[in-house]
């Protein structure tokens, strides 16, 4: 379905609340049992359920697994799969990396090749970073590609960001990682006609950077993939018309945020301190994101007791964040992780809305089976925006 | 999602009706209390619901409030955003005006101007119709264009309809109503090369409504909006092979019907001699329309008690109309009107489906929170119309 929210934008002095909470959906660990958010003792997001009203969003859509990239453009009302963001640029925003435009990122692994140059490990035995470091340092400092600037920056273990800056870039380009062991990486293939110097640069780094890796036993090699410019997306005030704010303290949220034109209003570790922040800033914007990562960490550690208890230490702040009046307040989260899974998965995801004539349902606790009786049904994601602002009045009626 | 309802569509004798009980969908006046319609004592409804299987459709999508206009058309299995009436058009239909193919039509509202031209108010202080059909009348017999004849005709109070007829008119033409105060009214802007000399003419009309109005306090200017043809929708017997009638006493639902190519077989205010009509002529037609206009009218008047007693003089005439044995029933309504809010609203309506191998759920009353139990789910209601075919044997097998 065509999305018209756009052209029917209406201004009001109504505050959208978005709380986040990372990875909230998940699975009991055995048949008949609770998920982590049905375990938890929530007496205070239970309430606003009983208030509100429920629904089952698919983050992407059915049976897709969303990263936190195209999950997140999702709950900011925008088609994920039109808004495709590429890896390369998540990397940047994760790593608060400041992209210029005309800047080309990628995603780089580093692999392990065999003596006929085939990939033998795509990860290089999954080296940590007190490895990878020095080789993403020497890679930045002793590789020359000309006019091209270069800046690597270590993410997690075998993983790193490139950037390349300089004029007439293309991110054009075909991955180099062929996703496949027992094969040579493959040379980059520009995907027009314009990108073929760019791709000739990118063959000349992962030339220098082998040489320069030969004498590693585990990381000798390089693979690149999602090479991608910083997207120009429209904001949510094109979009929406909403003076937009985040409230996160992971680079990579903030990044996101940043991205569709919010500004970051606070990176405070606590959550009630950031409620603070909302309360103080509530006549400068129209909508607030805040964002706990804390159910996501603990659900890809595969811990549901912990992930139970994240939860709770999250209701437990929900007074502090009611006693600030948001006239409309959506928790959910941006895709499940399941501790029984460790990882993110395609599970839909619980919703609850509040305020501002919500029509209540008949879901008496907020939770996955009560979700599944909730009036919202079950939708993709994307679709959560504009409902939100229809009930902070700031939609016209379309049509006479 | 891409339809294919029209590629499928094969005869059967199976009659529908659809009776609309318009703006039906409601909110309760406290948390926890029942909606217009689960307030209503509704024994009838209540056992096709409990024999039939229900829903909670979204007239155009999440979150959008919608016209008449587009909430019918989607009843009528027309996507409403492709589908997009003009709201002179909608005007004209209101009315009963008889539009020719090449007019154009637009919404006119009398407006105050201040000393400087600027709009002081957009609704000329709401005048009386009383005051404002003089005002019609004078401008369609004192302006004159030229070869373009001008009808104009008064709607209630402040607004009015504008027809130009002559050869040659576009209606790709930008509003002259910026929806603003305190700014003049804007100049006609032509929105394509071959709309300019239209834009030309509407410009000469408001400059001499000016200055034919220019002794009155209140009403001493115009604003038009909604420019349109009317408009040359596929009929319903092109789209999906069926023979339409509309029974309907307003003139507004009755111009929506006909635009779909449907036959208005009755105006009669009494629902109960339309049943009879529709018995009477069951063999000349596939599809029936009926509409129920209450509901509405008493949710616009913000009147919560009144629309109960809509619903129940509604639910009072089933006995009759389930008489006649229609073989595919559905009953819903075109959107939304809570009397909470006296106004449209984007909430979701709950969808009756009955007769014709429908699948039962386990939905015991019809009401809003009983049709979140229900099996059709919630999606946007253009869906109902292939699906109300479907259970009448009027759609073949995809593939083999």
Not at 49 to 65: F, H, V, W
Not at 83 to 92: E, F, I, K, P
Not at 153 to 158: A, C, I, M, Q, Y
Not at 294 to 319: C, H, M, R, S, Y
Request: charged share 25%.
């Amino acid at each position: 379905m065509k999305l018209i929210t756009e052209q029917q934008v209406i201004a009001s002095d109504q505050k959208i609340v978005m709380l986040i909470a990372d990875g909230l959906g998940g699975l009991p660990l055995k048949p008949g049992g609770p998920t982590e958010l049905e375990a938890a003792k929530t007496p205070n997001l239970d309430r606003l359920a009983y208030e509100g009203c429920q629904g089952l969003l698919d983050p992407i859509g059915p049976g897709i697994t969303p990263g936190s990239g195209p999950a997140h453009l999702a709950l900011f009302g925008y088609d994920p799969i039109e808004y495709n963001v590429g890896r390369g640029l998540l990397s940047a925003l994760g790593l608060d990396f400041d992209l210029h435009s005309s800047d080309v990122a990628a995603r780089g692994n580093f692999c392990t090749l065999d003596a006929d140059g085939n990939v033998l490990d795509r990860r290089a035995g999954r080296i940590p970073s007190i490895q990878s470091e020095p080789l993403c340092s020497k890679m930045e400092s002793e590789i020359n590609l000309g006019d091209i600037k270069i800046h690597i920056r270590s993410e997690k273990d075998h993983r790193f960001l490139l950037v390349l800056r300089g004029q007439g870039l293309s991110d054009q380009l075909h991955d180099t990682d062929s996703q496949q062991t027992g094969v040579p990486p493959l040379k980059c293939q520009p995907l027009t006609e314009s990108a073929a110097r760019s791709a000739r640069i990118v063959d000349d780094f992962v030339v220098q950077a082998r040489r320069l890796l030969a004498d590693q036993e585990q990381a000798n090699g390089v693979l690149l993939r999602g090479f991608a410019h910083r997207l120009p997306l429209p904001t949510m005030a094109d979009r929406f018309g909403l003076r937009a704010a985040a409230l996160a303290d992971y680079p990579m949220y903030r990044g996101l945020a940043k991205l569709v034109g919010m500004e970051v209003i606070s990176r405070d570790t606590n959550i009630e301190t950031r409620y603070k922040v909302f309360d103080d800033n509530r006549d400068d914007y129209d909508f607030f994101y805040i964002h706990f990562k804390k159910t996501d960490a603990t659900g890809e550690d595969g811990d549901f007791d912990a992930k139970v208890a994240a939860i709770e230490e999250l209701d437990a702040t929900i007074p502090a964040l009611m006693e600030t009046n948001p006239d409309v307040l959506v928790v959910t989260g941006d895709h499940s992780t399941p501790a029984a899974m460790a990882a993110h998965s395609w599970h839909p995801v619980p919703v609850l809305l509040h305020g501002g004539f919500v029509r209540q349902d008949a879901a008496k606790n907020f939770g996955e089976q009560a979700a599944t009786q909730g009036s919202l049904g079950r939708m993709p994601m994307m679709h959560l925006m504009p409902i939100a602002m229809a009930h902070a009045n700031k939609l016209a009626k379309f049509g006479a």
